[in-house]
Structure formats: C-alpha cells, structure tokens
C-alpha cells in the first residue's frame, strides 16, 4: 500500500506562489503517472496536472502558470503554482496510477495523499 503525504498549501495573495510535495512511501516506476488534483468547496475533484515518462500534462485552467514535476530518486512529486487565483481556492490531492500510460481522470488513478489546503485571497 503506497502512502502519499502532501506538504506546502497555506494562504496566500492572488498573484503569489506556492511549492506543493507529495512523498510517495515507496518507489513509484518512472512510467507511472503522477498527478494532482484538486476540489473545492461544493465542486467535484478535477484534474490539474500529471507526469510520467510520457510527458507532463496541465489542465487548461493552470496552463502557464502551474508546473508539475518530479525526482523518481526522492519518490517525490512537486507542483509550482504561480500568479494564484482565488479560483485556484481548493484542497489540492496527489495520486499515484498503477498503469502504464496517462489519465485526467479520477477513477484511474489507485493511490491518494490526504490533501493539502490552498487558500488565495483577493
């Protein structure tokens, strides 16, 4: 059983930053996705951004100012947020795919962290 442990949200400005991590308890295979995801209040859980081997994808809504990216050797999976929205309010969950290949969806990935909150204030 893969744990996943998310670090870095917290409050910050529209226009600021924030470094989120995600641990993974185990190696991950490179050609495993790792991705994030988030979920506000009253929304359902959406896709943000995942990488494997293959590449590294962004939803449309964080393209430019989101960037994932990874350290197999840590096991870890990092997302950089940039010039924050207060649409970007939301607790923000990694997760692990146990296959091959790429997914934007939910049901497909196997493993998932707690969640990290991300406020942004107007």
């Known amino acids: 059983q893969v744990q996943l442990v998310e670090s870095g949200g917290g409050l910050v400005q529209a226009g600021g930053s924030l470094r989120l991590s995600c641990a993974a308890s185990?190696?991950?295979?490179?050609?495993?996705?790792m991705g994030w995801f988030r979920q506000a209040p009253g929304k359902e859980r959406e896709f943000v951004a995942t990488?494997?081997?293959?590449?590294?994808y962004h939803a449309d809504s964080v393209k430019g100012r989101f960037t994932i990216s990874r350290d197999n050797a840590k096991n870890t999976v990092y997302l950089q947020m940039n010039s924050l929205k207060p649409d970007d309010t939301a607790v923000y969950y990694c997760?692990?795919?146990?296959?091959?290949?790429?997914?934007?969806?939910?049901?497909?990935?196997?493993?998932w962290g707690q969640g990290t909150q991300v406020t942004v204030s107007s």
């Open positions: 185990e190696r991950i295979f490179s050609n495993y996705a």
């Open positions: 997760a692990v795919r146990t296959r091959t290949g790429i997914s934007f969806q939910t049901l497909d990935y196997a493993y």
């Open positions: 990488i494997s081997q293959s590449g590294r």
